[in-house]
Structure formats: structure tokens, C-alpha cells
């Protein structure tokens, strides 16, 4: 597989994780969009087909059909239907909540981290704040070590 094959390959695999995890949605006019007379994994078609219908076949077709020496083709074909759904403006952010999430479990497991850490760093200052009690305080805490009342 050639540079471009596989990077056409990767942009595909990139899209539809990037669908699943809803950083991309698919707004409702790409329904509305009709194509007419296109071929469809080389197969011509006279009636009209939506963009959201072309999208998720070829979606589909790439998925299902992952034997490399015809992964290209229809990352190809898929490619078409995706810059389509982008040139129309029907691809958008979305709320990516899924990698929201991601990036907010990693960000509390390192605030849990911080916390476990400065609770080890509160226990060693109380630790050592007690021995020099002990060392600067006598036996009742009421009086210096060598102070004379």
C-alpha cells in the first residue's frame, strides 16, 4: 500500500472514530441532499440517493470489507462521501462527549494523584511538626525546655 493509500485509510479510520466519539455529527440536511446519477463503488445509479444514505454505505462498506489489498478502494470511495459531507457544511463539532470524558478521567486521576500526594506531604509536616513539640516543649506542652517561670 502506497503513502497515500494509507494515509486515505487513516483519514477514514480517524472520521469514524471521530463520529463515534460525537467530536463530528451529521446534521439532518445531509438527508435533504440529493446526488443523482453517481457511481456508487463502481456501480452507476440512475435514482438519487441522499448524502447522509451515501455516507453511510460507504461508511458501512469500508467497515465491513477490511481485507487490505481492497481496503484502499474503499477508503477511496468512502473519502468521496466524506469531503462531500464536509464541502456542504453538514459535518459539524459536536459535543465530543465521549472524548470529553476521556480527557476528564485523566485529568481527575491526576488531581487524585496531586491529592494523594499532598495528603503524604501534610502527613510528614504533621509528623514533624510533633517531634519538635516534643523537642522544644516539655512533657505538659506548657513550657519551653529551658525556660525559667
Known sequence: MSKKEK????????????????????????????YVG??????????????SEGLGHSISQYETNKDPSKQSMFADGCLVWINRAFSHGVVQEGKGLISKNKELEKENELLRDRLKECRQKCQEMETEMAELRRKYFDEKGDTLVGDVR
Request: aromatic share 12%; net charge negative.
Open 7 to 34: 494515509s486515505n485509510v487513516r483519514d477514514v479510520d480517524n472520521f469514524i472514530e471521530r463520529l463515534r466519539s460525537q467530536d463530528f455529527v451529521i446534521n439532518q440536511e445531509a438527508e435533504k441532499l440529493q
Open 38 to 51: 453517481v457511481t456508487y463503488f463502481g456501480v452507476y445509479r440512475e435514482e438519487p440517493i441522499s448524502l
